[in-house]
């Protein structure tokens, strides 16, 4: 069993900056990727930002150039360092683990960007 625990999630103010971490603890080995998710309610989730085990990043266009996605292998724990915080961005931030095929995911933590 895999679990997440994600930190770092609060109010900001529009332009801020936040860090996000996700610490997986458990039978953590062989992971394939760790990503960020984000979610508002009514509207469906959507992928951030993902890193594979081999250090290869994705964005998604409406985070590209703000958005950073970071891996400490040595443990287990991935990072969004967010800049520049649009109103936008409001949502809760769920981290997602892959591996051997299965995803897990984490209890969410909720970023607010006040406008």
């Known amino acids: 069993q895999v679990q997440l625990v994600e930190s770092g999630g609060g109010l900001v103010q529009f332009g801020g900056s936040l860090r996000l971490s996700c610490a997986a603890s458990?039978?953590?080995?062989?992971?394939?990727?760790m990503a960020w998710y984000r979610q508002t309610p009514g509207k469906q989730r959507e992928l951030a930002a993902s890193i594979t085990s081999g250090g290869t990043t994705n964005y998604a266009d409406s985070v590209k150039g703000r958005f950073t996605i970071s891996r400490d292998n040595a443990r287990n724990t991935v990072y969004l360092q967010m800049n520049s915080l649009k109103p936008e961005d409001t949502a809760v931030y769920y981290c997602?683990?892959?591996?051997?095929?299965?995803?897990?995911w984490g209890q969410g933590t909720q970023v607010t960007v006040s406008s």
């Open positions: 997602n683990l892959v591996r051997w095929g299965d995803s897990y």
């Open positions: 458990g039978t953590v080995f062989r992971v394939d990727v």
